[in-house]
């Protein structure tokens, strides 16, 4: 447990990062990211960008990282196309001959790895490696079929379904997956977030004894952390929200939320959950006693009517929230975005204790959360 005071990032040398949604936002920088890295860096915390994009180079990343305000090189860098190189150059002999349908910076990886890439399945390539190519080519993915179907084992950086653009959303690597698993059926062996081999050799490369990992998606970030036995922290400037948070099942939840990577910054927040059922009375008139004057809403104030038939709550710091009549109420009227995080942590908290239960009021009244 933390000390009073003590800030999250204290609890871990090192944070592994998610670049869309939490580094950047398209073409920009999130707001006060660049500061607070700046400031983990000082702390003496070691910094990684972990990247399920196979398509371009450490090198183009570092670049990009550093053109929108970031410290960052080469050794900070980890993409799904590094992880996959090095693990197939670990286990195939030299020279092995693999298909690569993936752009010129995954092909340059298989063959620094030691290996021979090539275009074509009449090459009798051992393995086939999928990477996101924005310009793959159909016959490119005949030819992996083609090589699949004869035997090759089937690799793929990642398996991300979509790819949010500034235009709308377009399909990832997922989408060329998913036409060969129509054509021949099974499911590649893949390397990229939420799987582990990402994730392990993020804490390789950093020798991370207690790292946390930082991240917009549940599905890729927030399993791949929970799947390595990790921390993480949910941040909220990207794809997912307050209701894909809500709805996390076991294995889908992060251990902190927070606004952004600034969070790192702050202490962490600090939650009691309450089993009234096993309490006295006295217990429960002490949990829900309001601490001091504060502004309580109509929803709020019809809650603490029913303090007599509440059985559970949630507190994050100072902002509660409990079970009445099948459904989670806020009993605090959180007015800006920390104490509404917080008000959040204690609804989701109490959610993921009592599945099923309706939430929706409690989410809809904390407007300034995505
Ligand atoms: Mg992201």
Redesign the pocket.
């Known amino acids: 447990m933390a000390e009073p005071g003590a800030l999250l990032a204290d609890g871990y040398d090192v944070a592994l990062f998610?670049?869309?949604?939490?580094i950047y936002l398209g073409p920009d920088a999130v707001p006060g990211v660049v500061r607070a890295t700046d400031e983990l860096l000082r702390l003496g915390k070691k910094l990684m960008y972990v990247t399920n994009n196979a398509a371009r180079s450490a090198e183009v990343v570092v670049q990009h990282l550093r053109s929108l305000g970031y410290t960052a090189e080469l050794d900070m860098v980890l993409s799904s196309a590094q992880v996959a190189s090095a693990y197939l150059g670990e286990k195939l002999a030299k020279g092995t001959k693999v298909l690569v349908a993936g752009t010129e910076n995954l092909r340059e990886l298989i063959a620094a790895a030691g290996l021979t890439p090539v275009a074509s399945a009449d090459d009798g390539p051992e393995a086939v490696i999928l990477g996101y190519d924005p310009e793959m080519s159909w016959p490119l993915l005949d030819e992996a079929c083609l090589a699949i179907g004869r035997g090759a084992v089937w690799y793929a950086c990642n398996d991300d379904s979509s790819r949010?653009t500034q235009r709308g959303v377009v399909m990832g690597v997922g989408g060329m997956i998913a036409s060969i698993r129509a054509a021949l059926g099974g499911d590649p062996f893949t390397f990229g977030k939420p799987f582990r081999p990402m994730m392990d050799e993020a804490v390789r490369r950093t020798k991370a004894k207690c790292p946390i990992f930082v991240?917009?998606?549940i599905d890729?970030?927030i399993i791949g952390a929970n799947q390595a036995q990790m921390d993480s922290l949910m941040v909220f400037t990207?794809?997912h929200g307050k209701h894909e948070l809500v709805a996390a099942g076991p294995g889908e939840r992060p251990t902190a939320i927070g606004k952004d990577v600034s969070a790192l910054l702050l202490p962490p927040r600090r939650l009691s959950l309450a089993s009234l059922g096993c309490r006295n009375l006295s217990e429960r008139a002490e949990f829900f006693e309001p601490r001091g004057p504060r502004k309580v809403s109509q929803q709020a104030l019809r809650a603490e009517n029913f303090v007599g038939q509440l059985d559970g709550g949630a507190d994050c710091d100072g902002q509660r929230a409990v079970l009445r009549a099948g459904e989670i109420v806020l009993l605090t009227d959180p007015s800006d975005l920390e104490s509404q995080l917080s008000a959040l942590w204690a609804v989701a908290n109490l959610a993921w204790a009592n599945p099923g239960i309706e939430c929706a009021a409690a989410l809809r009244s904390l407007d300034l959360v995505g």
């Open positions: 998610d670049l869309d949604g939490v949010p991240g917009d998606r890729t970030d990207g794809v």
